[in-house]
């Protein structure tokens, strides 16, 4: 009986440390939507927006981030030559909710990008009451 619960004891020891890894993994790689609208304000150009939504998202009603370029995350592999020319910046990505850009975040990362990225998403930045783009076509 001691042997068992040891043995658990030893497990959820381990799975909270690895939760707790997991967690402070992600809070380095992410960005809220205020401290990216303060980089937008101060117009920082060592940062990039990507919206990694689709162009129907895009150019909805919801609008996209000023100066934001659109590769939807289904593409992004594909497409991952047009970000070179940013390699030396830190790309933000955002979506919907902060899901499909939590993917993309980790693609970017992967190939050797620095990339944050932005917890909430279009949610959140609209929830905040922060502006948003409503121009281009599909």
């Known amino acids: 009986m001691k042997r068992s619960l040891t043995v658990g004891g030893i497990l959820v020891l381990a799975?909270?440390?690895?939760?707790?890894?997991?967690?402070?993994?992600?809070?380095?790689?992410?960005?809220?939507?205020?401290?990216?609208?303060?980089?937008?304000?101060?117009?920082?150009?060592?940062?990039?927006?990507?919206?990694?939504?689709?162009?129907?998202?895009?150019?909805?009603?919801?609008?996209?981030?000023r100066g934001a370029i659109l590769i939807p995350v289904q593409q992004l592999e594909q497409r991952m030559g047009e970000l070179e020319s940013y390699r030396g910046k830190t790309i933000i990505a955002y979506c919907r909710s902060g899901n499909r850009s939590g993917r993309a975040t980790d693609?970017?990362?992967?190939?050797?990008?620095?990339?944050?990225?932005m917890t909430?998403?279009?949610?959140?930045?609209?929830?905040?009451?922060?502006p948003v783009e409503k121009t281009g076509e599909q």
């Open 120 to 130: 909430g998403g279009m949610l959140r930045w609209a929830a905040e009451g922060r």
């Open 15 to 65: 799975i909270i440390g690895w939760t707790l890894a997991q967690n402070s993994g992600q809070a380095e790689n992410t960005i809220t939507p205020g401290q990216t609208d303060s980089l937008m304000e101060a117009q920082d150009t060592s940062v990039v927006l990507l919206d990694v939504r689709t162009s129907g998202e895009f150019y909805s009603e919801t609008g996209h981030l």
């Open 107 to 117: 693609m970017l990362l992967g190939k050797g990008f620095k990339a944050v990225n």
